[in-house]
């Protein structure tokens, strides 16, 4: 199945997120392959969309748990009005370095606040921030999504976006005996979503060219 997933994926990318001359997404893999980042970024239709949510959901304050070169966050730069930011959390330095200079050649770095560590230790400050986030992208170490999906509560308002990658793993996720910890991990999370009442949540399974995953996403009620 992944040749027709390919096949799909790059029609309906080609007309609905062709890249123009001198694409700086384009740019910013190409920047990313050299430095030696792992291919682990989201693909350019589901970027297209991560920028779709920003703007549907018409957020001003983006969270990213997970930045690697900065790909899915310049999509998501892409949604947000002039006077939009987002704060993205990283851990490894020379992923964030490579962010750094992806963000600049685009453009975008002055509405970036990149913020190196682990996240865990990054999100108890934002929480002395003036304002909640309007979506959170949480896309780090699967293993920690039931902690991210803790702060993101706390960090959010009613009506606030969280949208979580990398669920579905092939269909991994339904092992319930999986040692994988980043696989209990997507389960914990998953558990979380179902009980929390103040949280309303789906997951949208996705196949193209990185394979077969999914994303959660839900919606803060109250
Ligand atoms: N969002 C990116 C892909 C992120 S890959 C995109 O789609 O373009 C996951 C990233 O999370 C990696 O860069 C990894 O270094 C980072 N990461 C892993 N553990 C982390 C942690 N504990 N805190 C912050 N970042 C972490
Ligand atoms: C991995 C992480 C990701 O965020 C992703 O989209 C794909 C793979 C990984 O850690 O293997
Ligand atoms: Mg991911």
Not at 147 to 155: D, I, P, R, V
Not at 174 to 195: C, K, M, W
Request: glycine share 8%; proline share 5%.
């Amino acid at each position: 199945m992944q040749d027709l997933w390919t096949q799909v994926d790059r029609y309906f990318c080609d007309r609905l997120a062709p890249a123009g001359p001198g694409d700086e997404l384009d740019a910013a893999l190409a920047t990313n392959k050299k430095a030696g980042l792992p291919a682990i970024d989201v693909s350019r239709l589901q970027g297209k969309f991560l920028e779709f949510l920003v703007r549907s959901s018409g957020a001003r304050r983006v969270l990213e748990i997970g930045t690697l070169g900065g790909y899915s966050t310049l999509w998501l730069v892409r949604g947000l009005p002039e006077d939009g930011k987002i704060v993205t959390l990283e851990f490894d330095p020379h992923h964030a370095e490579t962010a750094r200079e992806n963000l600049r050649n685009a453009g975008v770095l002055e509405r970036v606040e990149l913020i190196v560590g682990r996240a865990i230790d990054s999100l108890p400050a934002l929480e002395d921030a003036a304002e909640p986030f309007d979506l959170i992208f949480i896309d780090a170490d699967k293993k920690s999504y039931p902690e991210y999906l803790e702060w993101a509560l706390k960090l959010s308002r009613p009506s606030t976006v969280i949208v979580a990658d990398n669920v579905v793993r092939d269909g991994e996720v339904v092992d319930a005996d999986s040692n994988d910890p980043d696989i209990q991990g997507v389960r914990r999370f998953t558990e979380l979503l179902a009980t929390e009442p103040r949280l309303s949540a789906t997951v949208l399974q996705t196949v193209g060219v990185k394979g077969y995953d999914g994303f959660a996403l839900a919606v803060v009620l109250r």
